[in-house]
């Protein structure tokens, strides 16, 4: 039995909503937001939209609403050959939450001499982009300051200070980095070392804050070590430096799984034996980790949970006007493997 | 003394042209394709565009050359968990090289249910996009075919099929494959295993085809594995079973480090040390490989010279209405380190 209502070019939004029982709006929803909608809703207006053969026009939308469905994320400087190996992975959460909700990530990057600032500035200008999501979040951030001053919509990954809004997403490092310990005082260690770069960006300060905190919880003294820089040589060079001590530790707690690999070669290259003469921990759950041997125990960042609040904030403040009024901290997962031993 | 020179707000690109002694469009290349000017020539506008105080109204010229200086990236669904290892170095390197030439990179991501054509198609039809940069392009491939059906600007990393525009770079795989081959036949290997994923995908078969070719030139029979997935545990025991044959290779071969990663770790359940017991080679010099033990011998993609001759082509095509008649095949670096032994 054929279904006698109208079919392709000819069919309104108002079609839709008549023949699903439901607004204008939820349609609009099932199209833009569908994460708004209950499952059932969606299902029977997606149904609807394909029966029907609607075909929104996305121009004419994005004219009346004045929005191009675009976000911009001003990606931070790298090295192709040596990228940060968590982007890969951000982006394509952030992409994916994104295009779940109708809209593109635009990826910005100000050309010579041009700074930050003036890039965002060029974008709100050209009427480019709805709103930005920024990582790599400074204390002292520039770009925060800028669009917080203009009151354009933006969400940060990484938390923003006190005086500017409170638009923000972040991993709770500290706790996370205070249960590594508890995992290692448990196991019997006492002299626990922790390798940081030796950067001083807020997320590094915040594990080795956590660390610290972590030991004071047990009464221990926490030493630190730096890394000079991402050189794998130098980072085993150190590495090695701290385990020909004398009195060496029995546990290390690297910052980030690229100095926890760092790490396994300094313990072979002293002919330590990792989960037995020496406990290694790392953080961020890169996907090689999986192949170490052994495999390493980390903190594994909850990046689609991540991604879909930052997209969900930001489309708060574009679509809706209204500006989350606190940040949103989510638990890192701490992945136990048999690098930390017994 | 001061230059009587107008400044700012009321500065046009006529000003500018005229003080430095150079055309309107040379002025306009500056700001947007720098890399089109001699060294000197850009240093003399450059200096003058920031003397005067010029700023153009990227709004307006926007609207009058009709370009939105935005370039479309369609990027393939991937797990944020374990996402293509690559893809972090090869976007820092698009959006870097775009950023240099006035242009940003948008990430598309089809909406659920929404196929590939139709989201280059909503793009197209809001005028969000100069033009597409299109990847992990298949042999028969529905984008190219509706973007060349268009004949709306594009350009492709990875080959085109004969019957459509050949604007597309590559690497030349299958000769690097060819001087892998030739490395280990010369340190005098026999028995040269290849080990490839089961995907079909165009640069797999490239591998392969590679491999097979450096085999003929050598008289040598190609012995080929395929690892069922990407799951390290499946392509270790995959590996294990090769290398537990009573005439095992001396040499294998991975399409891919990620691939090498489990030769590792199957060569020491056996018992064999890489780089002396078994030769491993692999492909993409992932930065991982920098820490394994042994150093994996591997091949390096021109990254940076692959996204440089992508945007170049794509802004020949927007801007000058000039596309590319034939592909651009860049060699890969052949970096040998000591896994493949002597």
Redesign the interface.
């Known amino acids: 039995m054929e279904t006698h209502r109208p079919r392709g070019r000819g069919v309104t939004i108002e079609d839709v909503a008549r023949a699903a029982g439901v607004s204008r709006q939820t349609v609009s929803n099932a199209l833009n937001a ?1 994460y708004r909608l209950k499952a059932e809703t969606l299902e029977r207006v ?1 149904t609807l939209i ?1 029966e029907l053969g609607y075909r929104p ?3 004419a939308r ?1 004219l009346r609403s004045g929005t ?1 469905r ?1 976000i ?1 994320y001003p ?1 931070p ?9 968590l ?7 952030v ?2 939450a ?5 809209y ?10 041009q700074d930050q600032t003036r890039a965002l500035e ?2 709100i ?4 982009v709805d709103g930005f999501l920024l990582s790599d979040v400074l204390h002292d951030d520039a770009r925060v300051t800028y669009l917080a001053g203009r009151g354009f919509p933006f969400v940060a990954f990484g938390r923003t200070a006190s005086e500017h809004p409170q638009n923000w997403v972040d991993v709770d490092t500290v706790q996370a980095m205070i249960d590594m310990v508890d995992l290692l005082a448990a196991a019997g260690h006492r002299r626990i070392a922790f390798l940081a770069s030796s950067s001083r960006l807020p997320w590094m300060d915040h594990r080795r804050d956590g660390f610290q905190a972590g030991m004071r919880r047990h009464g221990l003294h926490g030493q630190e070590i730096s890394a000079p820089g991402d050189d ?1 040589g130098e980072i085993v060079a150190a590495t090695r430096r701290l385990l020909g001590e004398r009195v060496r530790p029995t546990a290390v707690i690297a910052a980030g799984d690229w100095l926890a ?2 790490v ?2 300094a313990a ?1 290259a002293e002919g330590l034996d990792i989960g037995t003469d020496l406990a290694v921990a790392g953080f961020n ?1 890169l ?2 980790t ?2 170490l ?1 052994p495999a390493l125990t980390t903190v ?1 960042l909850p ?2 949970r991540i ?1 879909g609040a930052l997209v969900d904030r930001l489309l708060q403040t574009i679509e809706d006007g209204v500006t989350p009024q606190a940040g949103l901290l989510l638990a890192g997962e701490l992945v136990v493997r048999p690098s930390s031993g017994g």
């Open positions: 569908p997606t394909e026009d996305q121009s994005s191009r675009i911009a990606t400087e790298d090295d192709p050959a040596n990228p940060n190996p982007m890969g992975g951000f982006l394509e959460a992409v994916a994104a295009g779940e909700a109708g593109h990530i635009l990826l910005v990057r100000p050309h010579s001499g060029e974008l200008a050209a009427r480019t794998p690999l760092g396994y070669a072979r759950d996907p090689v999986a192949f041997q594994r990046l689609r991604a």
